[in-house]
């Protein structure tokens, strides 16, 4: 995507007891109860419900973050996207793709 | 007039008193540092609930046995929030005072209210009056984690979607310490379930008629449920739940070090007066002493003198 402006969207991931990341990213998928699911920026407003799995996030250079979550659910609106966990935790630095 | 002895191991033990107070009150400053970011750690998720729960009451007639008032039973839970330890002045006295004139409210409007106790004090307080309790919880009450909410939560819970027939409760409310501030702390009843969906301001009331497509774009955005609303509300509102219980332990937990702290401080102070004072004693004690000794040295030498005479 050279020379064009690359969409993103804000990010926010959190547990119940602490925030865990949050940042601006091109692209998120998620563990969705029925599947995993990919959200862009300017997808349709959602509030989905997930189940344990890896979410992860690619940052607009291409970083990727992967974090450990169980139940609880998302929700994206106006290009935010808000991961709503009981606990999370990052998995691993972030990796160059 | 006492010995000299006698204040001097007085003062002693003060002083040693003073010391332990003093550090207590040092100890409860530092935790309420921690208390605060706790909170601020949990505000973020409280935040998301907060918001998804807002959207689904904007977007559907929420249909849910926890959004629902239950007619036909009388079985009402109480949670009372106390502390683990003592030495936080009025702390757990006021929630076990507020408790009872709740209870006593409750099985005056014909209720039958079940009581649950968070904290070693509350339940020593109630175990040794023989009272009957569904359920306790213990520890940590100065720095409640998740887990210890998600505990609670999931019993009340489980007590709120029994049917009545087999013990199920109608209400819960939670008797808690508001933190206003390092000063100020409220006990708060609060009708926990079921829950009273709030509207945030310019949103649309629930009983209005059904609401149209375009009133959602004047309000805020269409959600898409997935997998469905009923799914989405099944999973949301027992963590809404979570999160609010979870707040009331951490806004008793800030209230408890708050109120230690304040405790601590007045005690130091006190020692600090207490060993003044006997410390003016000692010394009209010593002086008193010194005097009387003077007066027979000098009664004496005169007494020798008038003989030679």
Known sequence: MAGQEQSTMQVNIVASDR??????????????????????????PVLTV????????????????????????????????TVAVERGSQVDEGQHE | MGSQLAFKSRIASTASLEKIFNAQEMIA?????????????????TDAIFDAVQSLVAHTHITHPIVEKKEDNDRVAVLALTAD???????????????????????????????????RRGVSYYKYRNRDIAGTWEGNSDQPGVEVAEEISKALLDAYMKPAAKGGVAELYIVFTEFENMVVQ???????????????????????KPITPEEHDKTAPLYAFEPGV????????????QSRIHECLLTSAASETASRQNAMH???????????????KLNASRQASITQELTEIIGSADALNKEEE
């Open chain 2, 266 to 280: 007045t005690a130091t102070d006190n020692a600090r007066n207490l060993i003044d004072d006997l410390t003016r």
């Open chain 2, 85 to 119: 330890r003592g030495m936080a002045g009025a702390y757990t006295s006021s929630i076990i005072r507020e408790t009872e004139s709740l209870l006593a409210g409750l099985d005056k409007s014909g209720k039958q209210p079940e009581l649950y106790v968070y904290g």
């Open chain 2, 29 to 45: 400053s530092s935790h309420i540092s921690r208390a605060r970011k706790v909170a601020l750690d949990a505000k973020p998720y």
């Open chain 2, 230 to 241: 009923d799914e989405v509300l099944d999973t949301i509102l027992p963590k809404y739940i």
């Open chain 2, 186 to 208: 409220k006990v708060r009843v609060l009708r926990m379930l079921p829950v009273e969906l709030v509207h945030a301001p310019k949103t649309i009331h629930i009983d209005s």
């Open chain 1, 50 to 81: 997930i189940r344990e799995g890896t979410v992860t996030v690619t940052e607009a250079e291409g970083t990727q973050h992967a974090f450990q979550v169980n139940d609880g659910f998302i929700a994206f609106d106006s290009n935010k996207l």
């Open chain 1, 19 to 44: 925030p865990v990341w949050s940042g601006t990213a091109r692209s998120v998928t998620i563990p969705a109860s029925e599947g995993g699911m990919g959200i862009l920026p300017d997808h349709e």
